[in-house]
């Protein structure tokens, strides 16, 4: 009978990772008990609290032993076999009572899934420990006297770009990878997918370390980044015995151990405002998975809700995990980091809503005959209908499930191809069925004797494992700490050649690269006389080899721990065991190495060998290079190999420019707010052929590169690659508009009821000129009259304007000398708190004339208003679209165009030329503030001359005193003509006295005077 178990979680928080140490990270997660307290380390939201059903402290609190492994040095420190203790041993439990288990690991990249999943050396996670016990206790009950006999089988996928490859079996690839169908009685599974039996733990180690081999080879090969891909490890443990009727009874259960890609979120990723998100299947699973999860909750909650299994690939192959048979658990992994606060508020938030999930668990106990029988049945079934030929509405039994088409309403031809689809899908069933019942009849000794004559690639690991320690090798590095030092190459005496595999000569060479930039002759490495060389081959001379981040100029003798790059992205390091003389001394890191690369590439941004030494911006430029300048020159390649006539640049941006990129903007990350005053990498897309060019945010670019790497693979396998221009990762839409400048109009004159023209420089977002903005200010009335300079009177802001109503006309006359790839020009800007304005569009012109005029009205000055007028500015942005260049003459193709710009490959790396006019941005405020100051002073230089005029006609007229009145109104007066007026009353004041005055004292008591001295 089956029960209903919810989904048990845990959470598990790893320690700092070198670079989190480096910028001296805050720790934002504390545990206590079963309550995880996650810290906002803005202070903007009060902490956030979550229980889980285990949680687990792996941050601090731990010792390194002799062995590397990681032990309790305090009571709270959860190592690897506390974890395995309960969460694996639980799962172990289950499978002996028949239990269907899964287990998987949600979290952002980095975030520890793979070292609690499978672990790293000696700290081994809990695929491996789970393993091994389970052979213990098959051992024990054996020897025990056990009559059962017990049968382990493994399998090992990737889901990758909704596509699963078979990890023990790579030479199955298909096109699409293995089909994932589904059957009545088995589920969802992969079609064709490898399942080997093993007998004991060093089987299943090796078998792992084959699958993991594969993955590497087909990560590297494809440029794949591995972190956005699935894996799941399949274990069928059955237990075959004669139950109490003298049946013979299988007892089964399927684990399922999952490590999930990352879950970086979609903005994040960057996809945001990108029109190809769509099209980017990069995260569908994850985002099909969080789907399934809430509608799983709301039908835990009694809500009737379809849950959407068939949205991807992954929810498929874990439907019984999640809504069917299954004890699941699932280990929520986080980063202990301020930084990464955002990604581990998600990751809690997820975590909790899995916890509310419950399944529905029944012990798999059957009578061999039984489970024959029942498919047999469903064969017969299945062939009844084929012959009958008619369509089943539905071929899904399932409630949960979407509704199928309706047949009625499609076309003819739908209906063909539907039934066409169903027939092939039913006949897989058959087959399914079929292959299953003889599986079931096997006994285990010719279920073992298949697996060993479908052999292990690896087929001595340890044999291999013990030369590497005497034999000089090299071993590749991966972004993925996991794989790397996955693939090794011995290098014993004589001569290597590396390359890619010679159609025409059918060659193939020693050590096999595929992929970006790699020549059928790369290069060669020579053993000879205890000593390793590198070396260039004659008829690649261009082929790419870098040692040490330098290229490779002649041949080499190569050092213990020396970097190697093949081509675009094969990263190797050099091992001698001689030369380590038995001591390990750690290699550098596939960050570091890459990091090496790019300052050797021009881009000196803190110091590789020492994370610790450079500022906190540094450090995080340099990671984003990291990520980005290989993947730049991926891109690159690609673009040229496929000719797609793109051309891709870094560009570092100062991060307060971000802000004016408009609507594809990485969204504000919560980084510290000394961050954001630095450094952003972005990425210039240049279409050679047209002459248009884009700036891409770094994450608009890393998802186009993913898609890109899909084309590229498609490329690889001959297929045709004309996807329409809305797929095509290389291109933007005609109709894309890009920012061709911007400007701050400053505000002080405005606060002084002073008028300003200006020409202003209109400069991109590097800073660069790109033209000019003829711009206007006039004071003027709340109507809209303009003030005229004697009418306005503002000595003091301060005083003058606080409280008072202020009003401007902000004029946008016309743009000067804009680059003429650009049509549909206007400006948009933006004052104060106001809604945006926007000028006319202006179809074609490099000097376009907008002739724009805005009334801006405050009806009374408050403190902020006043700073804003005083310190602030108006910014304007000017927009285009981008019409082709039409190239004259001899069409070429992406590698000649480049070559003709001088943009050879291998320099192309190198970040763009040093912009020769670069606008100072302190420069635009000056300019305002000089003219508010001459027309100050011209106003000060007038009402000097108007007092000059006073002291003349009170001295004429022999007066001693002028009256503060008088003073006042010449010096305050809105008009000349009071001025006048004022003045032509000093002569008749007869209180003033003429010259009787004593000792400066007034003699008339009629107003406090002013004493001419
Ligand atoms: N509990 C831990 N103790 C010590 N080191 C850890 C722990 N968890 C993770 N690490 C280290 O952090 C790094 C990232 O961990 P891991 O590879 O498990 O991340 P991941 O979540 O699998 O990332 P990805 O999504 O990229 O596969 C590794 O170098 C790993 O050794
Ligand atoms: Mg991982």
Same mark, same amino acid.
């Given at each position: 009978?089956?029960?209903?178990?919810? $989904?048990?979680?845990?959470?598990?928080?790893?320690?700092?990772?070198?670079?989190?140490?480096?910028?001296?990270?805050?720790?934002?997660?504390?545990?206590?008990?079963?309550?995880?307290?996650?810290?906002?380390?803005?202070?903007?939201?009060?902490?956030?609290?979550?229980?889980?059903?285990?949680?687990?402290?792996?941050?601090?609190?731990?010792?390194?032993?002799?062995?590397?492994?990681? &032990?309790?040095?305090?009571?709270?420190?959860?190592?690897?076999?506390?974890?395995?203790?309960?969460?694996?041993?639980?799962?172990?439990?289950?499978?002996?009572?028949?239990?269907?288990?899964?287990? +998987?690991?949600?979290?952002?990249?980095?975030?520890?899934?793979?070292?609690?999943?499978?672990?790293?050396?000696?700290?081994?996670?809990?695929?491996?420990?789970?393993?091994?016990?389970?052979?213990?206790?098959?051992?024990?009950?054996?020897?025990?006297?056990?009559?059962?006999?017990?049968?382990?089988?493994?399998?090992?996928?990737?889901?990758?770009?909704?596509?699963?490859?078979?990890?023990?079996?790579?030479?199955?690839? #298909?096109?699409?990878?293995?089909?994932?169908?589904?059957?009545?009685?088995?589920?969802?599974?992969?079609?064709?997918?490898?399942?080997?039996a093993v007998s004991s733990y060093q089987d299943i180690e090796n078998r792992m370390e084959e699958g993991t081999k594969n993955r590497t080879v087909a990560a590297t090969n494809m440029n794949a980044t591995s972190s956005r891909a699935h894996t799941i490890v399949g274990i069928k443990f059955t237990q075959k015995?004669?139950?109490?009727?003298? =049946?013979?009874?299988?007892?089964?259960?399927?684990?399922?151990?999952?490590?999930?890609?990352?879950?970086?979120?979609?903005?994040?990723?960057?996809?945001?405002?990108?029109?190809?998100?769509? *099209?980017?299947?990069?995260?569908?699973?994850?985002?099909?998975?969080?789907? $399934?999860?809430?509608?799983?909750?709301?039908?835990?909650?009694?809500?009737?809700?379809?849950?959407?299994?068939?949205?991807?690939?992954?929810?498929?192959?874990?439907?019984?995990?999640?809504? *069917?048979?299954?004890?699941?658990?699932?280990? &929520?992994?986080?980063?202990?980091?301020?930084?990464?606060?955002?990604?581990?508020?998600?990751?809690?938030?997820?975590?909790?809503?899995?916890?509310?999930?419950?399944?529905?668990?029944?012990?798999?106990?059957?009578?061999?005959?039984?489970?024959?029988?029942?498919?047999?049945?469903?064969?017969?079934?299945?062939?009844?209908?084929?012959?009958?030929?008619?369509?089943?509405?539905?071929?899904?039994?399932?409630?949960?499930?979407?509704?199928? =088409?309706?047949?009625?309403?499609?076309?003819?031809?739908?209906?063909?191809?539907?039934?066409?689809?169903?027939?092939?899908?039913?006949?897989?069933?058959?087959?399914?069925?079929?292959?299953?019942?003889?599986?079931?009849?096997?006994?285990?000794?010719?279920?073992?004797?298949?697996?060993?004559?479908?052999?292990?690639?690896?087929?001595?690991?340890?044999?291999?494992?013990?030369?590497?320690?005497?034999?000089? !090798?090299?071993?590749?590095?991966?972004?993925?700490?996991?794989?790397?030092?996955?693939?090794? !190459?011995?290098?014993?005496?004589?001569?290597?050649?590396?390359?890619?595999?010679?159609?025409?000569?059918?060659?193939?060479?020693?050590?096999?690269?595929?992929?970006?930039?790699?020549?059928?002759?790369?290069?060669?490495?020579?053993?000879?006389?205890?000593?390793?060389?590198l070396d260039r081959c004659q008829t690649s001379p261009d082929a790419k080899i870098m040692v040490n981040g330098q290229p490779l100029t002649e041949k080499e003798e190569l050092d213990h721990n020396d970097r190697i790059l093949f081509g675009a992205n094969h990263l190797y390091i050099f091992a001698d065991p001689?030369?380590?003389?038995?001591?390990?001394?750690?290699?550098?890191?596939?960050?570091?190495?890459? &990091?090496?690369?790019?300052?050797?590439?021009?881009?000196?941004?803190?110091?590789?060998?020492?994370?610790?030494?450079?500022?906190?911006?540094?450090?995080?430029?340099?990671?984003?290079?990291?990520?980005?300048?290989?993947?730049?020159?991926?891109?690159?390649?690609?673009?040229?190999?496929?000719?797609?006539?793109?051309? +891709?640049?870094?560009?570092?941006?100062?991060?307060?420019?971000?802000?004016?990129?408009?609507?594809?903007?990485?969204?504000?990350? #919560?980084?510290?707010?000394?961050?954001?005053?630095?450094?952003?990498?972005?990425?210039?897309?240049?279409?050679?052929?047209?002459?248009?060019?884009?700036?891409?945010?770094?994450?608009?670019?890393?998802?186009?590169?993913?898609?890109?790497?899909?084309?590229? =693979?498609?490329?690889?396998d001959g297929e045709d690659i004309n996807w329409p221009d809305e797929r095509d990762p290389f291109t933007e839409p005609p109709d894309h508009e890009e920012m061709i400048g911007a400007l701050h109009i400053y505000l002080e004159s405005i606060a002084y009821k002073i008028e300003a023209k200006e020409q202003l420089?209109?400069?991109?977002?590097?800073?660069?000129?790109?033209?000019?903005?003829?711009?206007?200010?006039? /004071?003027?009335?709340?109507?809209?009259?303009?003030?005229?300079?004697?009418?306005?009177?503002?000595?003091?802001?301060?005083?003058?304007?606080?409280?008072? %109503?202020?009003?401007?006309?902000?004029?946008?006359?016309?743009? #000067?000398?804009?680059?003429?790839?650009?049509?549909?020009?206007?400006?948009?800007?933006?004052?104060?708190?106001? =809604? /945006?304005?926007?000028?006319?569009?202006?179809?074609?012109?490099?000097?376009?004339?907008?002739?724009?005029?805005?009334?801006?009205?405050?009806?009374?000055?408050?403190?902020?208003?006043?700073?804003?007028?005083?310190?602030?500015?108006?910014?304007?942005?000017?927009?285009?679209?981008?019409?082709?260049?039409?190239?004259?003459?001899?069409?070429?193709?992406?590698?000649?165009?480049?070559?003709?710009?001088?943009?050879?490959?291998?320099?192309?790396?190198?970040?763009?030329?040093?912009?020769?006019?670069?606008?100072?941005?302190?420069?635009?405020?000056?300019?305002?503030?000089?003219?508010?100051?001459?027309?100050?002073?011209? #106003?000060?230089?007038?009402?000097?001359?108007?007092?000059?005029?006073?002291?003349?006609?009170?001295?004429?007229?022999?007066?001693?005193?002028?009256?503060?009145?008088?003073?006042?109104?010449?010096?305050?007066?809105?008009?000349?003509?009071?001025?006048?007026?004022?003045?032509?009353?000093?002569?008749?004041?007869?209180?003033?006295?003429?010259?009787?005055?004593?000792?400066?004292? %007034?003699?008339?008591?009629?107003?406090?005077?002013?004493?001419?001295?």
């Amino acid at each position: 009978m089956a029960e209903e178990e919810s $989904v048990k979680v845990a959470v598990r928080v790893r320690p700092f990772n070198k670079r989190e140490k480096a910028r001296n990270s805050t720790l934002i997660v504390e545990m206590k008990g079963a309550t995880t307290v996650l810290n906002d380390p803005s202070g903007e939201n009060d902490p956030k609290r979550f229980t889980f059903d285990y949680s687990y402290w792996s941050h601090d609190s731990f010792k390194e032993e002799a062995s590397g492994y990681l &032990a309790p040095a305090k009571p709270h420190y959860a190592d690897q076999n506390m974890v395995f203790k309960d969460v694996g041993m639980g799962v172990l439990a289950n499978a002996w009572e028949g239990y269907n288990c899964s287990l +998987f690991a949600y979290g952002q990249t980095g975030s520890g899934k793979s070292w609690s999943i499978v672990g790293y050396g000696p700290n081994k996670g809990i695929v491996p420990l789970f393993c091994d016990k389970l052979f213990v206790q098959i051992g024990e009950k054996t020897a025990g006297g056990e009559t059962a006999s017990f049968e382990v089988e493994f399998s090992m996928l990737e889901i990758y770009n909704e596509q699963v490859r078979d990890l023990l079996n790579p030479a199955s690839k #298909r096109k699409g990878g293995l089909k994932v169908r589904q059957h009545p009685k088995l589920g969802f599974y992969a079609d064709g997918l490898k399942t080997v039996a093993v007998s004991s733990y060093q089987d299943i180690e090796n078998r792992m370390e084959e699958g993991t081999k594969n993955r590497t080879v087909a990560a590297t090969n494809m440029n794949a980044t591995s972190s956005r891909a699935h894996t799941i490890v399949g274990i069928k443990f059955t237990q075959k015995y004669q139950n109490a009727a003298g =049946e013979e009874t299988a007892k089964s259960s399927v684990i399922n151990l999952v490590d999930l890609a990352g879950s970086e979120r979609a903005e994040s990723t960057g996809a945001t405002g990108d029109r190809l998100k769509e *099209g980017a299947a990069i995260n569908q699973s994850l985002s099909s998975l969080g789907n $399934v999860i809430s509608a799983l909750v709301d039908k835990a909650n009694g809500k009737k809700v379809r849950v959407p299994y068939r949205d991807s690939t992954l929810t498929k192959l874990l439907k019984n995990a999640l809504g *069917g048979n299954s004890k699941t658990i699932m280990i &929520a992994a986080i980063s202990p980091a301020d930084i990464n606060y955002d990604e581990t508020l998600s990751t809690l938030r997820y975590a909790d809503r899995a916890k509310q999930i419950k399944t529905k668990v029944a012990v798999n106990e059957d009578p061999t005959e039984k489970l024959i029988r029942e498919l047999q049945e469903e064969n017969e079934k299945l062939k009844k209908l084929l012959e009958s030929g008619g369509i089943p509405t539905k071929l899904d039994d399932d409630s949960d499930d979407e509704d199928e =088409e309706d047949v009625k309403s499609l076309s003819k031809d739908e209906r063909e191809r539907i039934r066409k689809e169903m027939e092939e899908e039913m006949q897989a069933r058959i087959l399914a069925s079929q292959q299953e019942m003889e599986e079931m009849k096997k006994t285990w000794e010719e279920k073992m004797k298949q697996s060993h004559e479908s052999g292990p690639v690896v087929p001595d690991a340890g044999a291999a494992r013990k030369e590497k320690e005497t034999t000089p !090798h090299l071993y590749n590095l991966n972004v993925d700490p996991q794989l790397t030092g996955m693939i090794v !190459h011995l290098l014993k005496p004589g001569e290597h050649l590396v390359g890619s595999s010679n159609e025409e000569s059918g060659e193939t060479p020693c050590i096999l690269l595929k992929g970006l930039n790699i020549q059928p002759h790369h290069a060669a490495l020579i053993v000879e006389g205890g000593k390793v060389y590198l070396d260039r081959c004659q008829t690649s001379p261009d082929a790419k080899i870098m040692v040490n981040g330098q290229p490779l100029t002649e041949k080499e003798e190569l050092d213990h721990n020396d970097r190697i790059l093949f081509g675009a992205n094969h990263l190797y390091i050099f091992a001698d065991p001689k030369q380590a003389g038995g001591k390990k001394s750690p290699a550098m890191t596939y960050e570091e190495a890459q &990091a090496e690369i790019n300052q050797n590439s021009g881009f000196v941004v803190g110091k590789p060998d020492s994370l610790g030494g450079s500022s906190l911006d540094e450090l995080i430029l340099q990671d984003d290079l990291v990520e980005v300048l290989p993947a730049i020159e991926q891109a690159n390649t690609m673009s040229e190999e496929m000719d797609k006539k793109v051309k +891709f640049e870094v560009a570092i941006i100062p991060a307060k420019k971000m802000g004016i990129v408009g609507s594809e903007t990485e969204p504000p990350q #919560r980084r510290p707010p000394e961050v954001l005053s630095t450094n952003r990498v972005m990425v210039k897309m240049r279409n050679v052929e047209l002459g248009l060019e884009y700036l891409w945010t770094k994450a608009k670019f890393m998802n186009r590169k993913y898609l890109m790497d899909e084309m590229y =693979e498609s490329f690889s396998d001959g297929e045709d690659i004309n996807w329409p221009d809305e797929r095509d990762p290389f291109t933007e839409p005609p109709d894309h508009e890009e920012m061709i400048g911007a400007l701050h109009i400053y505000l002080e004159s405005i606060a002084y009821k002073i008028e300003a023209k200006e020409q202003l420089d209109l400069t991109n977002i590097k800073g660069i000129e790109v033209g000019k903005l003829n711009v206007e200010l006039w /004071p003027c009335t709340q109507t809209g009259k303009v003030l005229r300079d004697e009418d306005a009177f503002v000595d003091d802001p301060e005083t003058d304007l606080k409280g008072q %109503p202020i009003a401007f006309k902000v004029k946008i006359l016309n743009a #000067r000398g804009l680059p003429d790839r650009f049509v549909d020009i206007y400006c948009k800007f933006k004052v104060y708190t106001m =809604e /945006p304005y926007q000028t006319q569009v202006i179809k074609k012109a490099i000097n376009p004339d907008f002739k724009f005029e805005q009334l801006i009205s405050f009806n009374a000055v408050d403190k902020l208003e006043l700073d804003y007028l005083l310190n602030g500015s108006i910014f304007v942005q000017l927009f285009g679209k981008q019409v082709p260049k039409k190239r004259e003459g001899k069409k070429l193709n992406t590698k000649q165009i480049m070559k003709k710009e001088g943009m050879l490959k291998g320099k192309d790396i190198g970040a763009e030329n040093v912009p020769k006019h670069t606008v100072d941005e302190g420069k635009v405020g000056y300019q305002f503030q000089v003219l508010t100051l001459k027309k100050r002073l011209e #106003r000060l230089e007038k009402k000097m001359a108007q007092m000059n005029r006073v002291v003349d006609v009170a001295e004429k007229s022999s007066k001693m005193r002028v009256k503060t009145d008088t003073i006042k109104t010449v010096l305050r007066a809105k008009n000349p003509d009071a001025i006048e007026k004022a003045i032509k009353t000093i002569p008749k004041d007869k209180g003033a006295g003429d010259n009787e005055g004593v000792n400066g004292q %007034p003699q008339s008591q009629e107003s406090a005077a002013c004493t001419l001295l």
